[in-house]
């Protein structure tokens, strides 16, 4: 037995496979737990565009000033 720590779209795909089932059905716990993951998911979320928008800028300002190629990233409306 391998044990390792569930990340969050682990978690997603535990959630999905509960309720999308030959009977599905979505109980006060399921959507509890919906609820929970969205909110990680939107902390990660943040944390994602903070990087984008910020630290990649900064590297890209440093390499820059070096005369170096920066990252350039497609842009992307939403990581919903």
Same mark, same amino acid.
């Not at 929970?36 to 928008?53: A, F, T, V």
């Given at each position: 037995?391998?044990? @390792?720590?569930?990340?969050?779209?682990?978690?997603? =795909? /535990?959630?999905?496979?509960? $309720?999308? /089932?030959?009977? +599905?059905? !979505?109980? /006060? *716990?399921?959507?509890? &737990? @919906? #609820?929970?993951?969205? #909110?990680?998911? *939107?902390? @990660?979320?943040?944390? =994602?565009?903070? !990087? =984008?928008?910020?630290? $990649?800028? &900064?590297? #890209?300002? !440093?390499?820059?000033?070096? #005369?170096? +190629?920066?990252?350039?990233? +497609?842009? $992307?409306? /939403?990581?919903?």
């Amino acid at each position: 037995v391998i044990n @390792y720590e569930h990340k969050l779209t682990a978690e997603f =795909m /535990s959630l999905k496979e509960t $309720v999308d /089932s030959a009977n +599905p059905r !979505i109980t /006060s *716990g399921t959507r509890a &737990r @919906y #609820n929970d993951l969205s #909110n990680e998911w *939107g902390e @990660y979320k943040l944390q =994602m565009k903070d !990087i =984008m928008d910020i630290e $990649v800028r &900064r590297f #890209n300002q !440093i390499f820059k000033s070096q #005369n170096l +190629p920066a990252l350039i990233l +497609p842009k $992307v409306e /939403s990581f919903d």
